[in-house]
């Protein structure tokens, strides 16, 4: 084993995840691009899951950052005001929120997904003056004690160590796969004062579940989840950690739906470059925070708030947006390409946008799929309870050329995995 690598086995914890995927040291990256420190390079369909929507290092990001560095610009805030942080507050408003008419206050509530989940969870709580959250089947929200209380993988439960109470889960659209529509059974229960679920302070759900198996809500279910909780008068949350910020084709993943959420909670992305920074946005008749109730250390990162502004930028063209939709579609015709061309990955279609992947019935398959890319240089991760679906994440500014060599790579890797286990006569692929 490599002394770097052997360093890590004896030092980190156990815990330690992504490292026993993908065993080599990293030490430069740009775009889409990665090397390790034997100078291989890397094509990184992984994007930080999902934290580097713009790729690594970003010109222009890297720029405004090295010049706030050397100006002596403030690092740490808490929730002072500084001219970074309004800088973003006032072009979040202007590109982000005024074209798509959406009246938000804007939180801070420390830097990471799970933070910003906690306080949207908070808030409902708070303003309804009940306990109970409904969350659905295969979603995952963080992995702190209220986030994991809302997520559905019982590994990570049972992380916990204690009881996660106050939450009920639901089906998640399609999740019994019979035809029937989930919200029937989710009105049922609120509808029957003997079904034993009490009406919930709100609803917090991804309209495509990332770390769930890139599971995609339908339009329609997501409309009439959200009349649903217009009628009971449930908080609509959506968790747009992982699906927002351009990841689906639209900076906001439930845009194409027409639904205005209540709280939509961001993290990963939209720092732009990568540093620490979530936002909770929270309809203003709902901001009834007393000054001080949540708050967070790390929440005035201002490092992040000047690449997150400079990210922004993307936006002010629309044709940004078409262009991150054009290669979603040539994704999409590549998955459904390669289930057509090998039938015996017995697979089908995940997920939506540059958030997409095949699932696999076929058992380990999606994993060796994984780890025959990495081989070949390309760095892929699996989702879904058991590993079933290997997920494509390219940044969403990724070139065409780039894009083309990750599908390329991928065809070969599934070759590979056919060939390994046995699956297909087939003489090993070669590149």
């Known amino acids: 084993m490599n002394e770097k690598l052997q360093l890590i086995e004896e030092l980190e914890s156990s815990v330690r995840s992504y490292v026993r995927s993908f065993p080599t040291v990293f030490t430069k990256a740009r775009g889409y691009k990665i090397w390790d420190e034997d100078g291989k390079e890397y094509i990184d369909f992984f994007a930080g899951a999902g934290a580097l929507n713009y790729g690594h290092n970003e010109p222009s990001m890297k720029k405004k950052l090295v010049d706030y560095i050397l100006d002596d610009g403030i690092t740490h805030s808490l929730d002072k005001a500084t001219d970074a942080k309004i800088e973003f507050m006032e072009k979040f408003r202007d590109v982000i929120m005024k074209p798509r008419d959406m009246d938000y206050k804007i939180m801070f509530p420390g830097p990471t997904g799970t933070n910003t989940v906690e306080s949207a969870l908070k808030i409902a709580r708070k303003m309804t003056g009940r306990t109970d959250i409904v969350s659905f089947t295969n979603g995952f929200h963080g992995m702190t004690i209220g986030s994991l209380s809302v997520t559905g993988n019982s590994m990570k439960r049972q992380g916990a160590g204690i009881p996660l109470n106050n939450t009920v889960t639901m089906p998640y659209d399609s999740f019994t796969d019979d035809g029937q529509d989930t919200l029937d059974y989710f009105e049922r229960f609120l509808q029957d004062n003997g079904s034993g679920v009490a009406i919930p302070a709100a609803v917090i759900f991804e309209t495509v579940q990332g770390e769930g198996g890139i599971n995609a809500a339908s339009m329609e279910w997501m409309q009439r989840l959200e009349r649903v909780c217009r009628e009971w008068g449930i908080i609509m949350i959506v968790d747009d950690v992982q699906a927002g910020v351009g990841r689906t084709g639209t900076f906001f993943s439930f845009e194409p739906a027409g639904i205005k959420p209540d709280v939509v909670c961001l993290s990963k992305s939209i720092g732009g470059y990568g540093l620490p920074l979530a936002i909770t946005l929270i309809k203003p008749e709902l901001d009834k925070w007393k000054p001080g109730e949540h708050n967070g250390t790390f929440r005035g990162n201002n490092m992040a708030f000047v690449t997150a502004s400079e990210s922004l930028t993307y936006w002010e063209d629309p044709e940004f947006e ?108 070669t590149q």
Do not use: C, W
């Not at 290669?327 to 997920?351: Q, R």
């Not at 994984?370 to 940044?395: C, N, S």
């Open 322 to 429: 078409k262009s991150v939709q054009a290669k979603a579609e040539k994704v999409t015709n590549f998955l459904n390409d390669m289930i057509e061309k090998y039938p015996e990955m017995n697979a089908h279609k995940k997920g939506r946008g540059l958030m997409q992947g095949i699932s696999s019935d076929v058992e380990g398959f999606s994993e060796k799929v994984a780890e025959h890319a990495f081989e070949r240089q390309l760095i892929m991760e699996t989702a879904g309870g058991h590993d079933q679906v290997f997920k494509l994440f390219p940044p969403i500014n990724i070139d065409e050329e780039g894009l083309q060599a990750g599908l390329d790579i991928i065809e070969l890797s599934i070759q590979d995995a056919l060939a390994s286990m046995g699956l297909k006569e087939t003489e090993k692929a």
